[in-house]
Every structure is written in C-alpha cells, then in structure tokens.
Nanobody, 116 residues
C-alpha cells in the first residue's frame, strides 16, 4: 500500500535550518509529482511547494520563496524540503502529499517548531 513517512522536524531557533524528508513506498515514485503542505496551529492547510516527477520544474509559495527548497531523489524514493532562515511563523505540521495540485495520499506529518 502507499506509504509516505515524513521525518526531520523538531525544535529549531529562528534563523536556523531544517531538512525535512518524506520516504515513499508502495507506488512508482518517479511517476508522480509530489508536494509539501503545512498546517499551522489553529489554521488551515497551506500549500508550500511542489515538484514534478522528474524534477524538471518545482514551485514554491510566495510566502516562503527564497527560504524553502524542494527536491527529490527518485533513486531513493525520497522527497525533501530544505528550510532556511526559519521564522516563528514557520511553526506548523508539515505533510508530504502525492500529487501536484490534487492529492490522493498524505503522510502523517512532521512537526516543526521555531522558537528561541
């Protein structure tokens, strides 16, 4: 069955960096676009970034542009999100999802908390 397992979250200081990972299994990873979506406390889901199946294109939300970088390693069936210059408003649960604009599978999420 399809599984998406995120990791790499945690407590980080403002200005710091984190690298989130999403290990995919149960499907042919290199055939699907993938995305990162986050949910801050008390708020709705926010699309953060997406990447084509072959990495030829990727997109990042304007709110995080210049600080977030999405990438993937199809040989390892893994999706990544590099987060630099962390801000308190980045505090959220981060989910990877299969798809570019519509998502049919989600991981359980990894919590990112930015605080000094």
């Amino acid at each position: 069955q399809v599984q998406l397992v995120e990791s790499g979250g945690g407590l980080a200081q403002p200005g710091g960096s984190l690298r989130l990972s999403c290990a995919a299994s149960g499907f042919t990873f290199n055939l699907f676009a993938m995305s990162w979506v986050r949910q801050a406390p008390g708020k709705g889901l926010e699309w953060v970034s997406g990447i084509y199946s072959d990495s030829r294109e990727s997109h990042v939300a304007d709110s995080v542009k210049g600080r977030f970088t999405i990438s993937r390693d199809n040989a390892k069936n893994t999706l990544y999100l590099q987060i630099d210059s962390l801000k308190p408003e980045d505090t959220a649960r981060y989910y990877c999802a299969r798809g570019g604009y519509e998502y049919d599978y989600w991981g359980q999420g990894t919590q990112v908390t930015v605080s000094s």
